[in-house]
């Protein structure tokens, strides 16, 4: 199993703000990463898959980078509508697993 | 436009039987791997489930592994997820998910609850 953590769990933040969500592995994953968010009451959706390429649709503030064990996530310019839940995943081996999630709130 | 229905949740007692299905609209259902996956509440997400295209290979979690059966009907368009000797610990909401061509999850449906308690 590929144990992943993700930091911070809480992550209190400003509209305009540059925020980052960092996702650390148990073993190397290459780049078989993707990044979700969900906000409440709702699905969640892919934002970034292969660690560093943006699903069709969302917008460029968002960014990935990474490979191996230690994988970030970037949101260059904090809007009203990213206050959410965001979650890392690999899809590098099975089980899949998710990291336990990062919120970001307004400070 | 391409879309994924869950249905079948609902409140069950322990050790009891529930069948959740998915219905796919919007793309070419018997081309993609499908998932399922659930979030208990107030929790993160857990991966649950996987199957290939043609249901020639499944894959589960241990912790449902021997109680959760994964299938699927191409000529309906459909997911499915027998889940069986059910636990107070399968409680949550179940997605079911594609998987795209780039093996993450990039579709997903809005969930159905699952309340496992006597």
């Given at each position: 199993?590929i144990?992943m953590?993700q930091?911070?769990s809480?992550l209190?933040a400003?509209?305009?703000d540059?925020v ?8 190397g994953i ?6 979700y968010?969900?906000?409440?009451g709702k699905?969640p959706?892919l ?19 990474g ?6 996530l970037t ?5 009203s509508?990213d ?9 590098y081996?099975?089980?899949?697993t998710?990291?336990q999630?990062?919120?970001v709130e307004?400070? | ?7 079948g949740?609902?409140l069950?007692?322990?050790g ?5 299905s ?5 793309f ?12 208990a ?7 649950v ?5 043609s ?9 449902v ?13 459909s997911?499915y997820?027998q ?9 949550a ?7 795209g ?5 990039d579709i997903?449906?809005?969930g159905?609850?699952?309340t496992?308690?006597?």
């Amino acid at each position: 199993v590929i144990w992943m953590t993700q930091s911070p769990s809480l992550l209190s933040a400003s509209t305009g703000d540059r925020v980052t969500i960092s996702c650390r592995m148990s073993q190397g994953i290459s780049s078989y990463l993707a990044w979700y968010q969900q906000k409440p009451g709702k699905a969640p959706e892919l934002l970034i898959y292969a660690a560093s390429t943006l699903q069709s649709g969302v917008p460029s503030r968002f960014s990935g980078s990474g490979s191996g064990t230690d994988f970030t996530l970037t949101i260059s310019c904090l809007q009203s509508e990213d206050f959410a839940t965001y979650y890392c995943q690999q899809y590098y081996s099975f089980p899949r697993t998710f990291g336990q999630g990062t919120k970001v709130e307004i400070k | 436009q391409v879309q994924l229905v869950e249905s079948g949740g609902g409140l069950v007692k322990p050790g009891g039987s529930l069948r959740l299905s998915c219905a796919a609209s919007g793309f070419t259902f018997s081309d993609y791997y499908m998932s399922w996956i659930r979030q208990a509440p107030g929790k993160g997400l857990e991966w649950v489930s996987y199957i290939s295209s043609s249901s020639s290979y499944t894959n589960y979690a241990d912790s449902v592994k021997g109680r959760f059966t994964i299938s699927r009907d191409n000529a309906k368009n459909s997911l499915y997820l027998q889940m069986n000797s059910l636990r107070a610990e399968d409680t949550a909401v179940y997605y079911c998910a594609r998987v795209g061509q780039t093996a993450a999850f990039d579709i997903w449906g809005q969930g159905t609850m699952v309340t496992v308690s006597s």
